[in-house]
C-alpha cells in the first residue's frame, strides 16, 4: 500500500488528468462569450414584445373562460335534456332541481366536476335524479300549453269585424266602433 500512495504522490498532476481523460473521455469545455450592452432599439423591441406577449396571454385566457362557459352551459342543457326525457317537466325547473341537488348533495357535484372524466357516473347520477324527481315534479300538459298559446296569441291580435275591418286597438275604440256598426253610422 505504501508503494501505490508513492507511486501516486509521485505522479504530477498533469498525469492524474491524463489518466482520468483517459478512462473517461475528454472533458468539454464550454466557452463563455462576454456579455453584450443592449442597446436602447433592442430594449423597446424587447419591451414591445413582451407587451405583446402580455396581450396576447389575456386574450387567450379570456376566449379560454368563454369556451369553458359555453361548454358549461351546453353540459347544463345536455343535463336537463337527459333528465326531462322521462319527467316531461319545465326545463327551467329541472335545471333549477339539478342546481339544487348540486349544492345539497357534494357527490354530485364532485360527479358533474368530473363528467369528462367519467361520463358514464355522469349519466347514472342524472337518471338517478330523474328516477327521484318522477312523481315530485309538475308535468307539462302538452294540450293545455297549446289552448294557453292560442289564447294568448287571440287576446294580443286586434278584434276585427266579419268584414276584416279593425275594430279598434283599445277597449273604447272597440266599443265606439261596435257602436257605431249597429247603428250604421
Known amino acids: 500500500m505504501t508503494e501505490q500512495v508513492n507511486e501516486t504522490s509521485e505522479k504530477s498532476l498533469d498525469e492524474i488528468i491524463a489518466e482520468y481523460q483517459a478512462t473517461t473521455g475528454p472533458e468539454k469545455t464550454v466557452e463563455t462569450k462576454p456579455e453584450q450592452e443592449i442597446t436602447p432599439e433592442q430594449a ?10 402580455k396581450e396576447t396571454t389575456e386574450r387567450l385566457n379570456k376566449l379560454e373562460q368563454w369556451t369553458q362557459g359555453s361548454q358549461v352551459e351546453a353540459d ?8 326531462n326525457k322521462e319527467l316531461q317537466a319545465d326545463p327551467e325547473y329541472v335545471e333549477f332541481q339539478l342546481e339544487k341537488t348540486a349544492k345539497e348533495k357534494p357527490g354530485f357535484k364532485v360527479i358533474w ?6 361520463p358514464k357516473a355522469w349519466d347514472n347520477a342524472l337518471d338517478a335524479l330523474a328516477h327521484e324527481l318522477d ?9 293545455l300549453k297549446e289552448t294557453q298559446k292560442a289564447v294568448k296569441s287571440t287576446q294580443q291580435a286586434p278584434s276585427k269585424s266579419d268584414d276584416g275591418e279593425s275594430l279598434g286597438d283599445t277597449p273604447e275604440e272597440r266599443q265606439r266602433n261596435w257602436q257605431r256598426m249597429i247603428m250604421g253610422s
Open 135 to 143: 312523481g315530485k315534479i309538475p308535468r307539462i300538459d302538452t294540450e
Open 44 to 53: 423597446n423591441v424587447t419591451a414591445d414584445l413582451t407587451r405583446q406577449l
Open 113 to 118: 366536476e368530473n363528467r369528462k372524466t367519467n
Open 76 to 83: 347544463i342543457k345536455k343535463a336537463v335534456s337527459r333528465v
